[in-house]
């Protein structure tokens, strides 16, 4: 004797023909800003803010070694306040990722004002030209930042029993 109750009575389903669904505007925002309100969630999105910090850390030191190396334009000796910058920069944005790994929402935010001041200070203090390449990638490493300082603040507040994030 065989089970038939798995089997439909009509035999197997077909998938539907035509075109597929589109995503709903719901499905499109949480995927550019996604919900933060359970612990794990807002622990996914804070990452974000620390991948964007270790990136930054990472390009940096590849411009200090492009520096050093010669291998610019411009001779180290004609920016020397360029190569304390690129370590000072180095050093901050381990911290911040450092501190972002344990979900600092202090961290977070240094790391968010830090960047945007020194994009700030390259560009109007020290006169010098971001195209749009450098200023799409700078928006994208703010909007991760953004998301760090959101995941980082959503998880304290969940775990300090604070309901809605």
Same mark, same amino acid.
């Given at each position: 004797?065989?089970d038939?109750? %798995?089997?439909?009575?009509?035999?197997?389903?077909?998938?539907? %023909?035509?075109?597929?669904?589109?995503?709903?505007r719901?499905?499109?925002?949480?995927?550019?800003w996604?919900? @933060?309100?359970?612990?794990?969630?807002?622990?996914?999105? !804070?990452r974000?803010?620390?991948?964007?910090?270790?990136?930054n850390?990472?390009?940096?030191?590849? +411009?200090?070694?492009?520096?050093?190396?010669?291998?610019?334009?411009?001779?180290?000796?004609?920016?020397?306040?360029?190569?304390?910058?690129?370590?000072?920069?180095?050093?901050?944005? @381990?911290?911040?990722?450092?501190? +972002?790994?344990f979900?600092?929402?202090?961290?977070?935010?240094?790391?968010? $004002?830090l &960047?945007? !001041?020194?994009?700030? &200070?390259?560009?109007?203090?020290?006169?010098?030209?971001?195209?749009v390449?450098?200023?799409?990638?700078?928006?994208?490493?703010?909007?991760?930042? $953004?998301?760090?300082?959101?995941?980082? @603040? !959503?998880?304290?507040?969940?775990?300090?029993?604070?309901?809605?994030?």
């Amino acid at each position: 004797m065989t089970d038939d109750r %798995k089997v439909p009575p009509d035999g197997p389903e077909e998938p539907p %023909k035509g075109d597929p669904t589109q995503p709903s505007r719901a499905t499109i925002r949480q995927t550019w800003w996604p919900p @933060v309100d359970t612990v794990e969630a807002a622990e996914r999105v !804070a990452r974000y803010g620390f991948w964007a910090a270790a990136i930054n850390a990472a390009l940096t030191g590849l +411009l200090l070694y492009l520096l050093l190396t010669g291998s610019t334009a411009a001779p180290v000796a004609a920016h020397p306040v360029a190569v304390w910058w690129a370590v000072a920069d180095i050093a901050i944005s @381990v911290a911040v990722a450092a501190g +972002l790994w344990f979900y600092s929402p202090v961290a977070a935010v240094a790391g968010l $004002v830090l &960047f945007v !001041a020194s994009r700030g &200070f390259g560009w109007l203090v020290a006169a010098a030209q971001p195209d749009v390449t450098a200023i799409l990638t700078a928006l994208l490493f703010v909007y991760f930042y $953004v998301l760090g300082v959101r995941g980082t @603040v !959503a998880r304290r507040r969940l775990l300090l029993g604070g309901g809605d994030a």
